[in-house]
């Protein structure tokens, strides 16, 4: 099955810098990938996602690169403010019949002031 | 309000008691799932419903059921904890075709 590789447990950035949050997959098949974060104290919400007919997704603040060749996706989380501080999880979903997103361990981020 | 909710938010309970958390969607999503989260915040898929039928069931214990009326109910029956049982437990709901997850606040089991 499926195994996704989150790299950076946690990660410590100065407001207004970048955050870079790595991730890889093993599933050739994998076309799906999707990001979450979560805030402390609460559950889980989708922030942007990325298929596998582009290699760059913007949504704001947010950029989503894709590397199928490495199995490689990234979160780029530019211009951080203290709010982006959270746990931040990875996934990825073969593109077949009926949906399973296989998750990341989770990056958290903190954003100092 | 559309949204996927959950009860009870918490409960605890005793080794080798049976009990049973509730989730239901107003999405329209045509999927569910419920997914174990552990205290290190690892996640991990138990099972997932698409139209009353099972299409994902990860191996874990017989103990552990999902119960479902409708695509917009995914009921999870433990029938008798065990300690290691202790987590949040997050249901989810989506369209098939690979969309993002809605998911619900969770409920957190202490098992003593």
């Known amino acids: 099955g499926e195994k996704v590789e989150q790299h950076e447990s946690t990660l410590s950035v100065r407001e207004g810098d970048s955050a870079v949050i790595n991730c890889t997959y093993t599933?050739?098949?994998?076309?799906?990938f999707p990001w979450y974060k979560q805030e402390a104290g609460k559950s889980l919400h989708f922030v942007i996602d990325?298929?596998?007919?582009?290699d760059r997704k913007q949504s704001q603040r947010l950029i989503v690169l894709l590397d199928k060749k490495a199995k490689r996706f990234s979160l780029h989380i530019t211009a951080t403010q203290p709010e982006d501080s959270a746990i931040y999880f990875c996934?990825?979903?073969?593109?077949?019949?009926?949906?399973?997103?296989?998750f990341g361990i989770g990056t958290r981020v903190l954003v100092r002031p | 309000e559309t949204a996927v909710f959950q009860t009870p938010n918490y409960h605890v309970t005793q080794v080798g008691n049976e009990v049973s958390f509730n989730c239901k969607q107003t999405?329209?999503?045509?999927?569910m799932y419920w997914y174990k989260q552990d205290s290190k915040k690892l996640l991990k898929i138990m099972f997932s419903?698409?139209?009353?039928?099972?299409?994902v069931n990860e191996t874990v214990p017989r103990r552990f059921s999902p119960q479902s009326s409708d695509k917009a109910h995914l009921n999870l029956r433990i029938k008798s904890v065990e300690p290691e049982d202790s987590a949040v437990y997050l249901c989810?709901?989506?369209?098939?075709?690979?969309?993002?997850?809605?998911f619900g606040s969770g409920t957190r089991l202490l098992v003593i």
């Open positions: 989810a709901s989506s369209f098939q075709a690979n969309s993002d997850y809605t």
């Open positions: 599933d050739t098949a994998s076309s799906y």
């Open positions: 990325i298929r596998s007919n582009v």
């Open positions: 996934a990825a979903s073969p593109n077949s019949a009926g949906n399973k997103l296989t």
């Open positions: 999405l329209g999503h045509d999927t």
């Open positions: 419903y698409n139209n009353k039928q099972l299409i």
